[in-house]
């Protein structure tokens, strides 16, 4: 089993920044990538950011220039760092990890831009 923990939701005000953190742990043997997805307020849940086990990422073009995602693989760790936040960007955000087989959802951390 793999278990998923984030952190670093909160209330921000409009071009403010957050860092928000996923730590994975159990058996993540076979990964493949670790990324952020968000649901905001009536909508679908969306794909943010990626992150994969080589390397690579990728970013929804409604982030791009804004988010950076970033992994320490020491800690099994995956951040996401929002930059220049916009009332648009709140939602609950959701860490997901892929692996060879099934994937993973964390709990949801919720992030509202507000002034």
């Known amino acids: 089993q793999v278990q998923l923990v984030e952190s670093g939701g909160g209330l921000v005000q409009p071009g403010g920044s957050l860092r928000l953190s996923c730590a994975a742990s159990?058996?993540?043997?076979?990964?493949?990538?670790m990324g952020w997805y968000r649901q905001g307020p009536g909508k679908q849940r969306e794909f943010v950011a990626d992150?994969?086990?080589?390397?690579?990422?990728n970013y929804a073009n409604s982030v791009k220039g804004r988010f950076t995602i970033s992994r320490d693989n020491a800690k099994n760790t995956v951040y996401l760092q929002m930059n220049n936040l916009k009332p648009e960007d709140t939602a609950v955000y959701y860490c997901?990890?892929?692996?060879?087989?099934?994937?993973?959802w964390g709990q949801g951390t919720q992030v509202t831009v507000s002034s």
């Open positions: 992150i994969t086990s080589g390397g690579g990422t």
């Open positions: 997901k990890l892929q692996r060879v087989g099934r994937d993973y």
């Open positions: 159990g058996s993540i043997f076979g990964l493949l990538a």
